[in-house]
Structure formats: C-alpha cells, structure tokens
C-alpha cells in the first residue's frame, strides 16, 4: 500500500510540476506548484523523512508559494500580455531537452553499485553492463573543488577526527549507498552534515541570498532616479 501511494505522490510530483511551466497563467502555475510542495512533502512523510517533509509545507507552501501569489496579484498581469508571452514557451523546448539529458547522465553516472546492480550479481542495466562506482566526469569538477574547500574548513582534520564524523558522512553522502545505522536525528544529521562536509555550499548559498536582497535595492534606486530625472 505505502508503495502505490509513494507512486502515486511521485507521478503527481511530476505531472504537476510540468503543469507548472507549461501553464500560461501565472496565477495556476503557483497552484500548480503548491501541488508539487505538497505531493513532495507527503512522499517524505510516507518515507518517514518527517523534519524535512514538514518543512515543506510550512516554508514552501505556507510562506514562499504565498508570497509568489502575493507578487502576481499585486503585479496585476493582463490577460493580453500572458497570450502574447505565450509564444515564447516553445523557443525554450530545445534548451530544456539538452538540460534535462545533461542532468539524466549525470545523475546515473553518479550512482553507486549498491543502487545499479541486483542480489546476485545481475545489473539493471543488461548483462556486460558494468558501472563502478565513483565514475568522475568533467560536471564532478564543481563538486570536487567544493569537498577540497570543505576539507580546508575543516583545518585538516586527521582520521580520528573525521571519525566523529563517519556516521553522517556515511549515511548522506551519495557516492556511498552503503549506509550506516546511526544514532543521529534528522536535525542533527542535516547539521552536521551542512556545517562540515556542506559548509563552503553554504556560504555560496548564503553569498546568492545576500545578492538576491541587494539586488532589488539597487534596480528600485534606478528606477526611482530615471523617474525623477524624467
């Protein structure tokens, strides 16, 4: 039963959120993609992903997809600028194939053996078909960069001290399916794990939120100059 309803939350996830770009009106596309909020978020509870399921619904649909309505209905669109935006939507189709086939690649490339192959040695993939594990690809520079990053952070800590640390490593680090069972919630799982081994992604994180509140400052200063000037 917890599998139909993980598909059926899955295939809703999905379907709703290609509603959502290719939905003219702006209005349905945020509803759209609180269906998408809500469906991921119930797949999480099922999976019992609790603490970040919740989260789901209080950050994204209580407060961020609230505040899209807000900006759309304030905005006040017409109804004839929508149609005539509506052409554009195709001119993007290529783009949007060449991104999701770059992501789909790189996505299974990065998949352990653990995940690929079956009990008994039989793969997903058809006999003869051999994936290692950590196959590195010209998209794993970013990432590599960012784990030396880390590990300068850290001040280079020994084997000793990364042990402290080996049982988050383990259980979320996705080039290591193999997981340990460890005593850590999944607060302290997400934290210890954002502030060591994810800490330069959270200051890159932290640097775009700071140009995304700086930003509009600046372009609501120039239009208030053009404005006056006018």
């Known amino acids: 039963m917890n599998n139909l309803l993980l598909d059926l939350l899955a295939f809703a996830s999905v379907f709703s959120s290609i509603l959502v770009i290719t939905s003219k009106n702006p209005v349905v596309a945020v509803i759209y993609l609180i269906s998408v909020f809500l469906n991921a978020a119930g797949y999480l509870l099922i999976l019992g992903v609790g603490f970040v399921g919740i989260s789901y619904i209080i950050l994204y649909v209580g407060a961020i997809t609230v505040l899209f309505l807000f900006v759309l209905m304030s905005i006040n669109i017409k109804l004839t600028d929508i149609l005539e935006a509506g052409s554009q939507y195709t001119k993007n189709i290529p783009l949007a194939f060449t991104i999701g086939i770059l992501f789909s690649y790189e996505l299974i490339s990065h998949f352990p053996r653990s995940v690929i192959s079956l009990q008994g040695g039989s793969n997903l ?10 196959n ?6 970013p990432v590599e960069l960012f784990k030396t990053l880390n590990q ?3 001040g280079g800590l020994n084997q000793n001290d990364m042990a402290i640390f080996s049982p988050v490593y383990s259980s979320l680090n996705p080039s290591s399916m193999d997981t340990k069972i460890s005593s850590f919630l999944q607060i302290e799982s997400l934290g210890q794990e954002l502030y060591t081994h994810g800490a330069s992604w959270l200051i890159l994180c932290s640097l775009i939120l700071l140009l995304s509140l700086v930003a509009p400052i600046f372009i609501s200063r120039n239009n208030n100059n053009i404005s006056l000037s006018s």
């Open 152 to 154: 300068s952070f850290l």
């Open 136 to 141: 590195f690809t010209f998209f794993s520079y």
């Open 125 to 134: 993939y058809g006999p003869g078909v051999v994936l290692e594990e950590g």
